[in-house]
Structures are given as C-alpha cells and as structure tokens.
C-alpha cells in the first residue's frame, strides 16, 4: 500500500473534531481503505457478499454432523433468501452472490445461482488428491474472474462466504499443513460434532496429510491435495480483489483457509484484507497469526456462510463515512490543542 | 428477566437453519431482548442516542488537554451533526439526542437541543462535593424523564452518551470509590494527557476520595461526591429504561460509570443493558467486570459522546432480525439432525 496515502489519510483524520486516535481502529479502515482503493473518499454504496458452495469427498470418512444433502439444499435456503448469510447481508445493505463451485447436485433453473460448477464435489483426500491441478486452478480461476466482474460493476467493498459440508476438515488439514501444526491444535468441533467424532476427525486429516505429505512451502499443492473447491475460489476471489483494488472482508475460518492460500501465494494480498472476525474454531486464531489479520469482532460465531463477513461490513463503511462526514476542528469551530 | 421467555426464544433459534448456537452473542441478544421487551418480536426500529453534556469543576485542576469551552463548542457540532456520533449514529439508522444537563454556557436559540441543565456544571470535588444532594436527584430525574419518553415515542433502543471535557476524571473517582481500588489502577489519559498530567490527575482523585471519603454501599453518594452531572443523567436512563422495558446500549468509559451506579442501586437493571465496546481506558475493564457485562465490540475506541452505542447497535438489532427472518429447517426443507 501507498505510505504516502496512508499518511495523508491520517492527518485528515487528525484534523476533525475527536482526540488524536480516538477512534481507534475506525481510523485505521479509513486509511487502509483510501490506500486500497486508491479513491480519497472511497465508494463503498456497492457490496457484495459471495457464497461459495462446494461438496467435499471427505464426508465419507464421517467427519460432520449433517448429511451431505446439506450443501444442495442450503444452496436453495440461500435463493430464497432465508439463511443467515440473506438475513445479515439485507441488513448490512448488501447482495448475497451464490455460486455453486462444486456442489454434487445439478441445479437446473435456478434463478440468481451463479453457476460455474468445477466437479461434483472434491475427492476424499484420504484415497487420493481432493482434487487434480486442473480442478484447484479452474477453482481459483471462477474467483478472479468474479473479482473482475466487482471492478467492472463498480462494487466497492467484498465479503466471503461458503456452504459445504464437510468443510472445516479440509480448512484445518490446510492450517495444519501450511504452518506445521499438530492437526489435534487446530482441528475442531465444526457443526458441533462430539468428542468422538471429533477424534475421527483428527485422524481422518493426519491420514490425508500422511498419505500426500504436502509441501508447506508451495500452498497450491496444499490446496489441491486436501483442500476444497470452494477454499479455492475463494483465494482466487481474494487474488483478483487485491488486484483490482477492492477490499476484501474475509469471513471465518473457510474463508480463511481460502485467504490463506491467496497470502502465501502474495503476501501483499494481506494489505487489502480486512478479518470479519475471530471464529469459535480453535484453528482459526493459528490462521489470522499467520497472515497477520487482526480480526474486527468476537462475538462467538461459527456459521460461515459469509455471516461475519456481512457484520463487519458496516464498521469498515463507519470509517469511510468519519472520513467524509465528520468535521474539522476549523469547520465546527472547537479550541483544538 | 422471564427466564421462560428465554428458553421458548433460544428454541425458536434452535430450529433456524444453522448449527446450534452457531450465531453466537447474535443468539443471545434476540434472546434478552425479547425477555426486556415482553415482545415475540421486538421492534428496534426507532432508535435514539442520548449524548447528555456537562461541565466539570475539577477541570480547574488542569485533568484535562482541552479548555472547559469545548464541551460548548462540541454541544453546537452536535446540533450541526457534523461530530462522531452523529455520523455513526446517522451510519445505524438512530437518532441523536443532544442534552444540556450542565454545561457552562447559556445556550439561547439553539433548535434541536433538549433543555435540561441543572447547573452550569459540577463544582470541583477538591474543595466539595461535586453536586449537592437535590442537583444529583434533578440530573438522575432527567434521564428518567427521557426513558419515559422513549417509552411514550415507542422509541425500542437506545444508546448512551456524553461529552464533558474532564469527565474521564469523575468516572475514574467513581469506579475506584466503588470497586475499592487504587486510583492509579483505574485512572488513565482521558483526551490524550502525558505522563506528567496523569500523575497529576491520579493526585487529584486521591485528594477528592481523601477529602469526601464517600461510603462504597451508598452509590449516590459518590455520585454526588465526585461524580457529573451527565454521569448521574445517564444513571437515570438506565433505571428509566429498565423500568419501561427498553433495551439500553452502555456506550463506554463515561456511560459505564453512569451505568454503575444505576446498576448498584439496583442489580436488576443489568439485565436490560448492553455494554457498546471495551474502551482503551483502564479503568473501563474494572466497571464492566463488577456490573457484568460483556462488551461487544473492541475497536480501540475512546471518543464517547455515544460512538460506541451507535457502531453496536446493528449488532443488537442483527439479533433481533435474525429471530425475524431466518427460515426454520422445516421451512426451508433442511436435513435436521
């Protein structure tokens, strides 16, 4: 990011009517915001939330509370405008964007589905890679390309969000894998499942890991063998934002794990993420150390969907308006010091 | 609070689509609120942020980095709507209610501005008491007034806040007369005072506590001892509000000292409170651990005025909505578990 954007952000913040820094960390979305977006007064009156869903092979091993069909039938939850993404996102003044990456069910008219199915799903990454070279970069890809599309359409602040079943698995063998962790420090309950489970789980992801012995070094060999199509747009969606200067709210930890990839892959994407918030997955703190995001609410969630991501969006936008809104000291007439 | 009303809520929520208790605090404040409104589904969308202003004798001392006129300039950047709070609170749909309830100035012509003043501020505790026992009841009767107002307006939220150059100084005198703690444990830099000022100011409540030794059981006391009279203001809302089943949003260091006392002279009200935001100052974490409240937010804020009521009250309303309008898994046709 720009120093000299920042810098000058700063000072125009300094100059309104509050004590220096008072504001906190509203003061620090403004500054990134300006630096992100290039923009002296950024435009955030478009938003969007993205919703990626995707089925994982993985749930044959048993690693979550619900069947399968889950992932399909939220996808209609999601059109209709009934999950907790829909409800967050009408209230933060954004759109809910669903796109089926890999969901194992053929949506057939479905309006406002975005479709740009890779594979019915991932491969259970206990017999053999989650998915080919092929698979993970057309993943990404549907994520670049729907960042293109936010630049063209004039959209000015970006969440992310996912539906899979299944999908804290391969979110923790990605944490585990990247930073060296022991899967049992980062692996959790997900949709709630018991300790027994929970168990399973574990050695599930230490089964994978053994079996492909990922290079932490190169994260799309990580992403590829025990990721998921979802986490991958998401790191695409992430890339092309940090590209075309869109800031980035990433939700928990799902779409950390996709952000992650993305910040190894560029460490520069981090200047144009901004974390949602601090997930109830024992993993996802391992995750936000690692790229080095502060998170901006905790508040004891653990949905996904892109529900935090929705509820953060309106404190990044309170930054853009004390930028625009507030007074000056000279413009009110207050006795500065 | 109808601890029925509290379970019958936390089902409703459990047959939403989404894993149990997986929207975290979210759950929690659709729950209290429905308990404080008596309502199946409370109705937040009249809200109001009382910013109750106040000048303090103590600045003599030299407490603070800003001149005691501020506080009158800052109540006309108020009115203009060009202050913190009037952003924010413009940015989460609420209405700011600005209230003269001891400021040093003869507002005259001043369209907007709620008429309340009790005096034209506090005296300075080191030489006698801050208020005397009929000024503390008219400022406690002020907020009580409002609250039933709100009530009469059909008002469903409200938020606290303040402005009063030096009134970090009194809520610091409160919270360590209270809890029973060392001054300097609890004191901090207000507006941004150096090292030296804030030796000075830790001195300056040591001598008001020597000199009024207010007994900790006898909450008005203190108030009236060493407290303000926006401070004794917002206690009064907090009852008032209790009283009407109105929720209340603490806004922070100030507010909270104002919500002690409430909350000392009758534990109940913490039911019907909300605590904004963890401040940046000390003493702040002291008020919130003896009331029991559990901030929401942590954005390193410290400005007032009501700035963290206004950014946490999309939050307590995302509670409210999401009771509202998620689909059941009946519904939305969701495999249950």
Redesign the interface.
Known sequence: LDQQLLAQTQTRLDN???????????EEFACRLVAITGQEQPDLSRKAIFTFAADHGVTEEGVS???R??TA??V??FL?G???V???A???GAEVRVVDVGVDHDFENCPGLVHRKVARGTRNFCTGPAMTTDETAAALLVGIDLAAQCKAEGIGLVGTGEMGIGNTTPSSAIIAAIGGFEVAQVTHR???IADQALANKIKVIERGLALHRPDPAKPLEVLAAVGGLEIAAIAGLVLGCAAERIPVIVDGFISTAGALIASELHPQVRDYLFAAHQS?EVGHRFMLERTGLRP????????GEG?GAA?AM??I??GA??LA???TFE?????G?
């Open positions: 309104k009517t509050k004590p220096l820094g008072s504001l906190g960390r509203l509370l619900y069947p069909e889950v039938q939220m209609f939850n209709r009934g999950a907790g829909n409800v967050l009408r209230h933060a997900g949709t709630g109830v901006i609410l905790d508040l004891d969630l653990r949905l529900t509820l309106p404190l936008e309170a308006r004390i809104e507030m007074a413009q009110a007439g207050v006795t010091h």
